[in-house]
């Protein structure tokens, strides 16, 4: 097929073709990844531990490319990403969960929603939808079990998955210890105050984040100066200097 795997009008192109959006989304996943009980898979290969914000890049820059490219293209970017899991999977002699791959599937509909909204507008019930629904063929074509028929039972599951496979443990506070060392004093705390804007109250309770950071008058000042365009010279202040050509890439609008 050589028809695009996301339309190109689609709500799902916009929320992943802006750097914002998509830097939201890696704030939500940042916060929810050390939470899983299957952390610890994590951790095998050694390599999260080692690059945190490299590991979670590469998960969005994964969804994001998927989201831009032609069907085929899609399909086998998805299959290169289920044999990179067989592949660890046999290296530990062990199947990751189920839930594990549903998690984080539910995380990337889930965060997409939230950041458009948050940096944006309330999108409709048709738009949540097809968020949904472009994330149910990624996990329909690495045969995921146990799928969600559509955008309600989601919900339902996303809440009920959220109670059971979350909990703060000793991998939580490595991981937090290593994105502090790896962004520093400054950019952690800003780090912690966005995901605390972001992420459910689920999360928000296991991390101890405040539900009315102390930065929030200054996300809505930074919310202004991206029509003034401005807001690039901000991000070159507070990003990483290591990962500003990745998050250039982002940007797709």
């Known amino acids: 097929m050589n028809n695009p795997f996301v339309n190109k009008g689609s ?8 750097a914002d959006t998509v830097l939201l ?5 940042a916060a929810e990844f050390p939470l899983n009980k299957a952390v610890d898979w994590l951790y095998f290969t050694g390599r999260l531990p080692a690059d945190p914000l490299g590991r979670l890049f590469s998960t969005v820059q994964y969804a994001q490319l998927i989201v831009f490219v032609e069907h085929d293209d899609a ?6 990403i289920t044999a990179i899991h067989k592949g660890v999977e046999a290296g530990r002699g062990d199947k990751i969960p189920d839930e594990a791959y549903l998690d984080v ?12 909204e948050l940096l944006g507008r309330r999108l409709t019930d048709a738009e949540k939808t097809e968020v949904f629904e472009v994330f149910h063929r990624v996990g329909s074509r690495m045969g995921l079990k146990d799928l969600p028929a559509d955008y309600r039972r989601w919900k339902t599951l996303r809440a ?6 979350l909990i703060r443990s000793t991998f939580t506070e490595d991981l937090y ?22 992420a459910p109250k689920k999360v928000r309770e296991l991390l101890a984040l405040s539900r009315v950071p102390v930065l929030y008058p200054l996300f ?3 919310k202004a100066t991206r029509r ?20 250039a890439g982002l940007d797709r609008s």
């Open 11 to 18: 709500i799902v192109r916009k929320i992943w073709g802006n």
């Open 160 to 165: 009920a998955y959220l109670e059971a496979n």
């Open 228 to 247: 003034l365009r401005f807001d690039r010279f901000i991000k070159a202040l507070l990003l990483p200097r290591l990962y500003k050509v990745q998050i």
């Open 220 to 222: 809505i000042l930074y």
């Open 75 to 80: 399909l086998a970017a998805i299959d290169k």
């Open 177 to 198: 210890r290593q994105y502090r060392r790896h962004l520093g004093a400054l950019r952690y705390y800003i780090l912690l105050q966005a995901q605390a804007l972001l």
């Open 25 to 29: 989304i890696f704030a939500g996943a």
């Open 105 to 116: 599937l539910f995380m990337l509909i889930d965060y997409s929603i939230r950041s458009s």
